[in-house]
């Protein structure tokens, strides 16, 4: 099992949904563009979002194990994965690669 690195490439904020739809709150997301987790295989990386990793983690978990060419040919680099957290007032997208370093038992 291999270790993959996880990426925040970007961040969206929807003002006229959030307006429109969402109950006031203090403070949704603490991640910011550019910040890096490593996944020890299948393993949630601390301080990444768990609504994010619940999203991703069946990606993590394929590419983590060999998986690869994930939807045929949808990336360029087959052993990668383009996901987005499914906050719908703001989503946020993550690059998953699996790397050559093997995972910690």
């Known amino acids: 099992m291999k270790k993959c690195r996880i990426t925040v490439m970007r961040m969206a904020r929807y003002e006229d949904l959030i307006q429109r739809y969402e109950n006031p709150i203090d403070h949704a997301c603490d991640l910011r563009e550019g910040q890096v987790f490593l996944a020890n295989g299948w393993r949630r990386p601390e301080g990444l979002c ?56």
């Open 50 to 105: 768990l609504s994010a990793w619940e999203t991703m983690s069946p990606f993590v978990l394929a590419l983590s194990h060999g998986g690869e060419n994930l939807y045929d040919g949808w990336m360029q680099d087959k052993k990668s994965a383009m996901i987005s957290c499914n906050d719908g007032f703001r989503p946020v997208s993550f690059l998953i690669e699996a790397l050559e370093e093997e995972a910690a038992d």
